[in-house]
């Protein structure tokens, strides 16, 4: 089966200091829920699925927003954090108990959208017969993760370094998590963080090393939408009115 895993319990500092009183994935964008904008791409996949959401145990108590999500995605399945992990690669083991060594994974950043159909990127990877991927857009910026291709496959990521022009879009399949979980686990044995923080982007340097076959789906900028920051939100309300 295919578990699609959505980190929502990263920090939210630069909406907490600009007054918004709600977690980042119950702010409304046009009056929609961010989470749900999310939420309402991944429903394009028709393969058996099931979405796993990682949530702070603070957000659940104060906010339901457990409740919220059932009600968005119903048989979706909830991890609830009490401490802060150090970073998303830590938050996504923390929910190893609800994925089998078999399945695939797509992983997704809770605060953006791609404007193109996940069915048709999906099927890219088993077309292609992909052991990892990830979706990429043109963007030299440093606050993004970075995917050096060559021959037409990924050879190396950095995360907010631009080794190359291919900014990866929070995006990332692995068709074995059984695999990713190896791979995962080297990275920490080998203290591969930045800042203190563990990321998703070098566990693509784990597969190069395995040999494993890394593709990536180029898309263009205009079709990527990140909601990091207030500023972005605003950015995005601009292009649709």
């Known amino acids: 089966m295919l578990k699609i895993l959505v980190p929502l319990a990263g920090p939210s500092d630069l909406?907490?200091?600009a007054g918004f009183v709600y977690p980042k994935p119950l702010i409304e964008i046009n009056g929609i829920t961010m989470i749900q904008l999310v939420i309402d791409r991944?429903?394009?996949?028709?393969?058996?699925h099931q979405i796993i959401f990682i949530l702070k145990h603070e957000d659940v108590q104060k906010y339901h927003l457990d409740n919220t999500l059932k009600l968005l995605a119903p048989g979706c399945d909830i991890v609830k954090l009490k401490n802060?992990?150090?970073?998303?690669?830590?938050?996504?083991?923390?929910?190893?108990?609800k994925i089998d060594?078999?399945?695939?994974?797509?992983?997704?950043?809770?605060?953006?959208?791609i404007d193109i159909d996940f069915e048709t990127i999906n099927q890219y990877w088993t077309e292609q017969a992909?052991?990892?991927?990830v979706v990429t857009f043109t963007s030299v910026h440093p606050r993004w993760s970075f995917a050096k291709i060559e021959g037409g496959e990924v050879v190396q990521t950095a995360e907010k370094n631009p080794i190359s022009n291919n900014a990866i879009a929070g995006y990332y399949y692995f068709k074995n998590?059984?695999?990713?979980l190896e791979c995962a686990a080297q990275c920490i044995l080998n203290d591969v963080q930045l800042d203190g923080r563990f990321f998703i982007s070098p566990v693509i340097n784990e597969y190069v090393l395995k040999q494993k076959k890394v593709l990536n789906y180029p898309?263009?900028?205009?079709?990527?939408?990140?909601?990091?920051?207030?500023?972005?939100?605003?950015?995005?309300?601009?292009q649709r009115n």
């Open 219 to 238: 898309i263009e900028k205009d079709t990527y939408h990140s909601f990091y920051s207030p500023q972005m939100i605003n950015e995005y309300l601009k």
């Open 84 to 97: 802060e992990t150090k970073g998303a690669l830590c938050s996504i083991l923390m929910a190893i108990d």
């Open 15 to 17: 909406f907490t200091n």
């Open 42 to 48: 991944i429903k394009a996949v028709s393969q058996p």
């Open 130 to 133: 992909a052991d990892a991927g």
């Open 101 to 113: 060594k078999d399945d695939s994974l797509l992983i997704l950043n809770g605060d953006q959208i």
């Open 177 to 180: 998590a059984g695999t990713f």
